[in-house]
């Protein structure tokens, strides 16, 4: 017999037999006991045998979700009610061919683009740049840091090619890495300065890439590593990177209330942190230096010498042994790179997660081959495919569960699941019409209620409301106030939101289609995708002479492009259609490692370094 403050179990012949203490003389109920792990569910009260075969007294612990989270313990192995979702029909028509082929063609130019750019931002800040970071500074590569540091190398990068071709240069991987990979089996975020660019120095894209890094950690609650190697600000650009709430003070703000919400944050120090770039690691929670590679000081040994004449050595001045022995402002010392992300890795080794066993069920592939993703790819609005060829691609057994299937077609909305995760499906054909928004709002809120995550795959019409009579007025008065109401079940609705541009994203519509500003946990963007309040070739209505026209049209068509969005970081970054599902499963398992926290009740002080 095992005893629990709560219940009661004893083992008979195979099963384990549960009592409650009310009930103890009624008729004992049977448990399945091939998981092994039981739950007072109730009570919110889990109990797991101390070993696995033979059974042992159980151990007891109790704890309370937190009252904001919307997530629920789980050592629990849990089941899905059976469902058999409708497969849908993913053929395309014979009629269709030559818009598959044009779209191919158009996708195939596009992919060459992103092979490019991906090519250019491996080379860092070029041969030079490397041979000083490895050779004179004996530093090891971002890359090959990264590699040292996660469980292996399928992580998810983040907007890889922000940075490219702004109007003050190329910054390759706008000079630090960002992105979610799995450290002894726990998804985190990383941020890590490349200082093959530039020292590391922050250009006003690596500010906005950092606060974009820890804005998506603190979406999705991902404990974050920072490898620090930056020479501070980049000085020529410094009024658009220090004075501004969005700008280099915010990563310390962030990094509080991080703390504050028991969002885990560990620092690396791999190089120079010098200026701004000193306070991150002094405001983790925990902080790893390299010895002869890493320092912390506000002024470098050049300031020192310029105020006071004194001449001091980096090491000196603020080396792993001064941080580690005398200021305090780091808690392990490293004497080699390896070790300090071996001790990074102990370090996340002791956050208080409970992860489920790996789900070892068998996923149905998709009937249709995703590779066909590159021909349903939109080249512009008037190439567009029906959506649901996109979507019988992308699900679980190409099944679908549509909902309102015969109102508001241009909407498509509906159940599946992504590798077993069940998600609601908010697609668009185009225009989003009075009967599409509405349909939109109640599947929105359903999904909501239901505490479904959301996909959100859009394709957004270019065209602009013309008013040319009163009936199209009022339809559009119409129109206006069904896409209100689904703006705001899509900015209220609490659940996870994905969103993959996989054509246009244009004017209001996008908005409704959770585009950034309605602050998706995640928002990719195929290469063919344009995204611009109006897509080339639809200003006539707006200005008057065709030099206008042509001149306006040149800049939407250069200025509308998925790379020129991508390298501002209007984006999470630019996806291959034919990577989307595997993305997505990626993405969902990511945003549901929070439920697996034990403790994430928020603090009222963020973690002080006294
Ligand atoms: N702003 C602009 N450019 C900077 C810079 C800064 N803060 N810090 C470094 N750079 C540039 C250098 O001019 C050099 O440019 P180049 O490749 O075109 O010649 C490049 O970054 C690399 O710098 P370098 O000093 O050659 O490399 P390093 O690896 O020996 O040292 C640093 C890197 C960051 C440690 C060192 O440059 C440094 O201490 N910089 C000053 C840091 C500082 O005081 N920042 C205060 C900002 S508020």
């Not at 030079?128 to 990068?157: P, S």
């Not at 690596?206 to 600000?233: C, E, F």
């Not at 709430?245 to 190089?271: L, Y």
Request: a neutral charge; glycine letters at 8%; one cysteine or more.
């Amino acid at each position: 017999m095992y005893c629990c403050m709560l219940r009661s179990f004893h083992i008979k012949g195979n099963n384990l037999i549960q009592l409650t203490r009310a009930s103890f003389s009624q008729n004992p109920q049977s448990w399945d006991t091939s998981s092994k792990i039981f739950s007072c569910t109730t009570y919110h009260c889990t109990h797991s045998p101390v070993s696995g075969s033979v059974w042992q007294p159980l151990t007891h612990r109790t704890h309370q979700p937190a009252a904001s989270s919307r997530c629920m313990s789980s050592t629990v192995r849990r089941r899905r009610p059976p469902s058999a979702f409708p497969v849908i029909d993913g053929e395309f028509h014979p009629v269709h061919r030559h818009v598959y082929e044009a779209n191919l063609r158009n996708s195939l130019i596009c992919q060459q683009k992103y092979l490019e750019n991906k090519e250019k931002v491996m080379k860092g800040g070029g041969e030079n740049a490397i041979a000083r970071h490895t050779l004179r500074n004996r530093k090891v590569l971002v890359r090959d840091r990264l590699r040292m540091l996660l469980d292996d190398e399928d992580y998810l990068e983040l907007s890889s090619f922000a940075g490219l071709g702004l109007p003050y240069g190329d910054i390759p991987s706008a000079g630090c890495l960002t992105g979610i990979g799995k450290i002894n089996g726990l998804w985190c975020m990383f941020i890590a300065n490349d200082a093959t660019v530039k020292g590391g120095t922050a250009y006003p894209i690596t500010v906005k890439k950092q606060l974009r890094a820890q804005v998506v950690a603190m979406q999705n609650r991902l404990p974050s590593v920072y490898l620090v190697d930056s020479g501070g600000a980049f000085l020529p650009l410094q009024s658009e990177i220090f004075p501004d709430s969005n700008h280099g003070g915010r990563t310390f703000f962030n990094e509080a209330v991080m703390s504050a919400m028991k969002i885990p944050q560990v620092a690396v120090v791999c190089g120079s942190c010098t200026a701004g770039g000193a306070y991150v690691p002094t405001m983790s929670e925990e902080a790893v230096i390299v010895h002869r590679i890493g320092t912390i000081f506000l002024g470098g040994p050049p300031l020192v010498k310029a105020a006071t004449g004194e001449e001091v050595s980096p090491e000196d001045l603020g080396g792993a042994r001064l941080h580690s022995e005398v200021s305090g402002c780091v808690d392990h010392f490293a004497a080699a790179e390896n070790e300090a992300y071996e001790f990074t890795r102990n370090i996340i080794s002791t956050l208080n997660y409970e992860l489920p066993e790996e789900d070892s069920a068998q996923v149905e592939e998709p009937l249709y081959n995703v590779d066909d993703l590159m021909g349903l790819a939109p080249r512009c609005y008037n190439h567009s495919m029906d959506v649901r060829l996109v979507v019988s691609r992308l699900t679980d057994g190409s099944r679908f569960q549509e909902f309102k299937a015969r109102y508001g077609t241009p909407l498509l909305t509906g159940f599946a699941r992504i590798e077993g995760h069940q998600v609601g499906i908010v697609a668009n054909n185009g225009e989003l019409t009075y009967e599409a928004s509405l349909k939109g709002s109640h599947f929105v809120q359903l999904c909501d209620q239901r505490d479904i995550p959301l996909i959100f795959l859009q394709n957004t019409a270019p065209e602009p409301a013309h008013t040319f009579s009163q009936t199209k007025a009022e339809s559009n008065t119409n129109r206006l106030k069904a896409q209100g109401s689904m703006m705001s079940a899509v900015a209220c609705a609490s659940v996870p939101k994905i969103t993959v541009v996989i054509g246009g994203c244009h004017g209001g519509d996008s908005y409704a289609m959770c585009g950034r500003a309605f602050d998706p946990n995640f928002l990719f963007l195929w290469p063919n995708a344009r995204v611009s309040i109006l897509a080339p070739g639809h200003s006539d209505a707006f200005v008057q002479t065709e030099e206008e026209i042509t001149q306006i049209n040149e800049m939407l068509e250069e200025e509308s492009s998925a790379f020129f969005s991508t390298a501002r970081l209007w984006d999470d970054g630019v996806i291959l259609p034919q990577d989307t599902r595997k993305v997505l499963s990626k993405c969902l398992k990511i945003i549901k490692q929070q439920e697996y926290q034990l403790s994430r009740e928020k603090m009222r002080t963020p973690f002080l370094r006294l």
